[in-house]
């Protein structure tokens, strides 16, 4: 059977899908840390033309205290008043080259700002810096030029171990001891502590005259197994250095323009994303809490010239903390804090380059709302 264009794009990304769904184990106290990517490039006025330069900031807050295990909630937990509470303040810069029609280059440098503390201690630990960074670089499938309503793209990079991992604050246990150090737990770092590798997607397809389909996703996978960083020297050896575990992030959905107010669209779809219990590559030893949130997100874009806004909110659907490898190895089912929301914006303008159409202008050519305006790292906690 011959497919055309259309179905090819649909092949391509279930196809896409089914392969990364194969592998997803897991999310938790989770470090889960990507921002939003939003739908094809037609919102911000058609692909990036060669030599058109994108940046970006991306903002994402999250609040965690509800523990569960498994899927099961620990009510108790905050009942009893010892509910551990994250709170997770993330700044993606992304800067976006495209070299040629099909092809571009990308660099992500996150900024995390984040705090953890036990409801019933009398201290709060803090952890701030530049995160992991990632470069990679992405292909569309079909020449965007002949394919303004639907296409897919690949990405391959790298992720950098620049941040922090070992991040230690000095606090007052309130035990007559005096302030002593201790180290930030790793929901909090920064930094992996390791490489990684990343792939990504993204997929669109326009409909009629108003509404436009998004898949997009990516997958982190860190070959190395712990980062040295101990964390505890009387647990059990599987559990006493940090392990460096994959993550990812899938999101779908829909994006209908208002036709009331110019430039403004409005989104809304799942997003899956977490931390797997086993790595694609290595081995999984070291303490980590893996699982998944799933959450249903809703949104806006607008447009102004070459500028694009987005706002987004998630409400957890689903929550997850799987059993790690340590787990099963011990015959324990360690538990997780996860956020009921997720909260993300961003911003992004586009420059450098030859002049080209603007989104209002691309709308008469059938053009439609969607914008690849994030990256792929991450943090729940």
């Known amino acids: 059977m011959k497919l055309n264009r259309t179905q090819y794009v649909w092949v391509l990304a279930a196809i896409t899908f089914l392969i990364s769904s194969g592998k997803l184990y897991a999310q938790g106290c989770i470090v889960a840390r990507s921002s939003s990517s939003i739908g094809g490039p037609e919102t911000e006025g058609g692909y990036l033309a060669p030599g058109e330069f994108d940046f970006s900031i991306g903002l994402r807050h999250q609040f965690s205290f509800r523990h569960f295990v498994g899927d099961v909630e620990q009510k108790q937990r905050i009942q009893q008043g010892t509910e551990v509470m994250n709170k997770i303040n993330l700044m993606n810069f992304n800067l976006n080259y495209q070299v040629s029609r099909r092809f571009s280059f990308q660099i992500d440098a996150p900024l995390l700002l984040a705090s953890r503390r036990s409801n019933n201690s009398p201290y709060t630990t803090t952890a701030q810096g530049v995160g992991d960074i990632i470069v990679s670089a992405q292909g569309w499938v079909w020449n965007p030029t002949e394919n303004t309503r639907g296409n897919v793209a690949f990405s391959l990079g790298a992720m950098l171990p620049s941040g922090r991992d070992n991040v230690m604050n000095t606090v007052d246990k309130l035990d007559g001891k005096g302030p002593v150090n201790v180290l930030d737990d790793y929901s909090i770092q920064p930094g992996s502590g390791g490489y990684g590798m990343l792939f990504g997607w993204q997929a669109f397809k326009n409909f009629g005259s108003s509404a436009q389909a998004y898949f997009n996703g990516s997958y982190i996978a860190t070959p190395q197994n712990t980062n040295g960083v101990v964390r505890s020297t009387t647990a059990k050896p599987l559990l006493q250095q940090v392990s460096i575990s994959d993550q ?134």
């Open 248 to 381: 990812y992030l899938l999101e779908a959905g829909v994006a209908v323009p208002l036709r009331q107010v110019r430039g403004l669209s409005i989104t809304v779809g799942p997003r899956w994303e977490g931390v797997p219990a086993k790595d694609l590559i290595g081995n999984n030893d070291g303490f980590r809490r893996p699982g998944y949130a799933v959450s249903m997100e809703a949104g806006f874009q607008y447009v102004r010239g070459r500028q694009l806004f987005t706002g987004t909110v998630g409400k957890a659907i689903l929550r997850d903390r799987t059993r790690s490898y340590p787990d099963r190895v011990y015959g324990t089912h360690g538990d997780a804090a996860f956020a009921d929301y997720l909260w993300l914006a961003s911003y992004s303008v586009r420059f450098g380059g030859r002049q080209h159409a603007t989104h209002h202008d691309m709308q008469d050519q059938s053009a439609k709302p969607g914008a690849p305006n994030g990256s792929a790292h991450g943090a729940s906690d």
